[in-house]
């Protein structure tokens, strides 16, 4: 692993170009998620204050944010659809950890773990509909549309995900599907809205969610890839998190082909939960480093990672563009 997409002798890509360019927006941004939050029920901003402050760099809405600069728009609707956008994405962590017994999130304690798992997930349907307010107060069926459609291919792929758990014959395919829609789908409706309420061409709609779709797999594929390389403290998570929960991502789609017999019995009690202990998880890292199922994860990041880049080659050069760019190389990076 010693290849990325971002150029060679640079400096190492971050966020910190698009989070310079829409920090005035982001404020604006963060207002309303502060106001939406709010209820009488104390709980309730309780635990959705827990998830929305517990350190994430809320791409989403950034992602949002950036696109309506690139395309020289120069309204506020697209604020309150930025924080549309990270309710959305809020609400589904909540049900996540639900559904996947999570203790951790961004290294802090999930909310189920704190509150319990039926005030988690009706705080997360608390945090959907106050994204469908959002949505309906800014008027426009398009973006009503495009926001709705994602929530749904959202709820889809988590239950492909859900009922794809501890399938040893998973098949590459069907896994890039649940990556497409539970990761990819918000992140492209993200940057597509923005052309919307700038009223743009169809062609710089679709250019957008193009590369918020390709950005959106190359982010999970990197995701997917650092549960066998990383640790809590890089992940927010813990290590190994996907292994114990039985989840067929790539790096183990690609380390059970290409195992032998025993390789494969292993792998097959393993995502069965008859192997999930420390010593277990530690013989996984060393079978998906020997098949370089990792490496090969990573470059398949990089193949969808420079598919982003491409989407936007036609729009002019900007600081928006080139901080959009650099994320994607961010994105990739952060296995390295």
Same mark, same amino acid.
């Given at each position: 692993?010693?290849?990325?997409?971002?150029?060679?002798?640079?400096? @190492?890509?971050?966020?910190? @170009?698009?989070? /310079?360019?829409?920090? #005035?927006?982001?404020?604006?941004?963060? %207002?309303?998620?502060?106001?939406?939050?709010?209820?009488?029920? @104390?709980?309730?901003?309780?635990?959705?204050?827990?998830?929305?402050? #517990? &350190?994430?760099?809320?791409?989403?809405?950034?992602?949002?944010?950036?696109?309506?600069?690139?395309?020289?728009?120069?309204?506020?609707?697209?604020?309150?659809?930025?924080?549309?956008?990270?309710?959305?994405?809020?609400?589904?962590?909540?049900?996540?950890?639900?559904?996947?017994?999570?203790? +951790?999130?961004?290294?802090?304690?999930?909310?189920?773990?704190?509150?319990?798992? @039926?005030?988690?997930?009706?705080?997360?349907?608390?945090?959907?509909?106050?994204?469908?307010?959002?949505?309906?107060?800014? #008027?426009?069926?398009?973006?009503?549309?495009?926001?709705?459609?994602?929530?749904?291919?959202?709820?889809?792929?988590?239950?492909?995900?859900?009922?794809?758990?501890?399938?040893?014959?998973?098949?590459?395919?069907?896994?890039?599907?649940?990556?497409?829609?539970?990761?990819?789908?918000?992140?492209?409706?993200?940057?597509?809205?923005?052309?919307?309420?700038?009223?743009?061409?169809?062609?710089?709609?679709? /250019? +957008?969610?193009?590369?918020?779709?390709?950005? &959106?797999?190359?982010?999970?594929?990197?995701?997917?890839?650092?549960?066998?390389?990383?640790?809590?403290?890089?992940?927010?998570?813990?290590?190994?998190?996907?292994?114990?929960?039985?989840?067929?991502?790539?790096?183990?789609? +690609?380390?059970?082909?290409?195992?032998? %017999?025993?390789?494969?019995?292993?792998?097959?009690?393993?995502?069965?939960?008859?192997?999930?202990?420390?010593?277990?998880?530690?013989?996984?890292?060393?079978?998906?480093?020997?098949?370089?199922?990792?490496?090969?994860?990573?470059?398949?990041?990089?193949?969808?990672?420079?598919?982003?880049?491409? %989407?936007? /080659?036609?729009?002019?050069?900007?600081?928006?563009?080139?901080?959009?760019?650099?994320?994607?190389?961010?994105?990739?990076?952060?296995?390295?």
């Amino acid at each position: 692993m010693t290849a990325t997409i971002h150029r060679l002798g640079a400096k @190492p890509p971050s966020l910190d @170009p698009m989070m /310079a360019l829409v920090t #005035g927006d982001m404020n604006a941004v963060n %207002a309303v998620i502060l106001d939406r939050m709010q209820s009488e029920i @104390p709980l309730i901003p309780e635990l959705a204050g827990h998830l929305i402050a #517990g &350190g994430g760099k809320r791409m989403r809405p950034m992602l949002t944010l950036a696109s309506a600069r690139l395309i020289g728009y120069t309204g506020n609707r697209h604020h309150r659809l930025a924080a549309s956008v990270e309710f959305i994405h809020t609400a589904t962590l909540l049900h996540d950890d639900v559904v996947d017994g999570s203790d +951790l999130r961004r290294g802090r304690r999930t909310a189920n773990i704190i509150w319990g798992n @039926p005030a988690s997930v009706l705080v997360g349907d608390f945090l959907f509909s106050r994204s469908f307010e959002l949505m309906v107060e800014d #008027g426009s069926l398009k973006v009503l549309k495009i926001l709705s459609n994602a929530s749904a291919v959202i709820a889809e792929g988590e239950v492909n995900q859900l009922t794809a758990a501890r399938r040893v014959d998973l098949a590459e395919d069907r896994y890039l599907d649940i990556i497409g829609a539970k990761t990819a789908a918000l992140f492209a409706a993200a940057c597509r809205i923005a052309a919307v309420v700038a009223e743009r061409p169809e062609g710089e709609e679709t /250019a +957008l969610d193009a590369y918020g779709r390709n950005l &959106g797999i190359a982010f999970q594929l990197v995701d997917d890839a650092i549960d066998y390389v990383s640790d809590a403290g890089t992940m927010g998570k813990d290590a190994g998190d996907d292994f114990r929960e039985g989840k067929m991502t790539l790096p183990v789609i +690609l380390a059970y082909a290409r195992g032998d %017999a025993v390789d494969r019995k292993f792998w097959k009690d393993a995502v069965e939960g008859r192997r999930d202990s420390d010593e277990d998880f530690a013989h996984a890292i060393t079978l998906v480093r020997q098949s370089r199922a990792v490496d090969d994860t990573l470059a398949r990041a990089r193949h969808y990672g420079q598919r982003a880049i491409d %989407a936007i /080659a036609g729009f002019p050069a900007s600081k928006a563009k080139d901080a959009m760019v650099e994320a994607v190389e961010f994105a990739v990076a952060r296995a390295y």
